[in-house]
Structures are given as C-alpha cells and as structure tokens.
C-alpha cells in the first residue's frame, strides 16, 4: 500500500478527527459497567418458583460498576435499565472513538512534524 504525502494524511486525520468529535457530542448519557438481567427465587419454600425456573419472579436489573475503586452493585428499575444499556453502549463507544482520536492525532504529529533521522 503506497503511503499517503503528509498532506493528504493530514486532511484524512483531521476528517477522522472531525467525525469522532460529531459522534462524542451526539451521545447523551455514558455509563461504564455491566447491566444483568435476572430471574430470582423467594424465600418462600412453598413457592413455585423454587422447583420450576420459569416460575422465578423478576426481571430484576441489576447494575455492576467501578466506585471508589470497587467494584459496586444495585438494582435498577426497568425505566432506569433502559436509559443504563444506551448509556453503557455509548460509553463503550465512546472509549473506542477516543482511542481513534488518539491514534490520528499521532499521525498528524508525524505528518506535520516529521521526525528528524
């Protein structure tokens, strides 16, 4: 693959670097974590739902993320689970269009700046 002139690579850059920027501030709501979805039993012994597993009560939604540096649990409402998904999917994205915006970001250094041998 023959390699791009410096000023070619630096509009393709900045166009990447552009795009990444649009997509970030069209996110709302970002949240790290892991949202779970769970079926439970009671403490009922002479409940159903302890001998049949479709009989189990729920969805509860629980939500797992990093606080303080440990590792913290809570139940979510279904509203709340909802706006919790949306907001972990953009998160995720999020982290992937800034380690884009990093990695273009060197190549306008190398392109702009070329280093000296």
Same mark, same amino acid.
């Not at 509860?60 to 909802?82: C, D, F, I, T």
């Given at each position: 693959?023959?390699?791009?002139?410096?000023?070619?690579?630096?509009?393709?850059?900045?166009?990447?670097?552009?795009? $990444?920027?649009?997509?970030?501030?069209?996110?709302?709501?970002?949240c790290?974590?892991?949202?779970?979805?769970?079926?439970?039993?009671?403490?009922? $012994?002479?409940?159903?739902?302890?001998?049949?597993?479709?009989?189990?009560?729920?969805p /509860?939604?629980?939500?797992?993320?990093?606080?303080?540096?440990?590792?913290?649990?809570? /139940?979510v409402?279904?509203? *709340?689970?909802?706006?919790?998904?949306?907001?972990?999917?953009? /998160?995720?994205? $999020? *982290?992937?269009?800034?380690?884009?915006?990093?990695?273009?970001?060197?190549?306008?250094?190398? $392109?702009?700046?070329?280093?000296?041998?």
């Amino acid at each position: 693959m023959p390699r791009l002139s410096p000023e070619k690579a630096l509009l393709q850059a900045h166009a990447r670097i552009s795009s $990444a920027r649009k997509d970030l501030a069209a996110m709302d709501y970002l949240c790290s974590g892991t949202l779970l979805k769970r079926m439970m039993k009671c403490g009922k $012994a002479s409940c159903r739902c302890q001998q049949d597993p479709a009989a189990r009560h729920g969805p /509860y939604y629980e939500w797992g993320h990093m606080q303080g540096g440990k590792l913290v649990h809570r /139940y979510v409402s279904p509203e *709340q689970a909802n706006v919790l998904q949306q907001a972990i999917t953009n /998160y995720r994205s $999020a *982290q992937k269009l800034l380690r884009t915006w990093e990695s273009q970001t060197e190549r306008v250094l190398d $392109a702009r700046y070329p280093r000296k041998r």
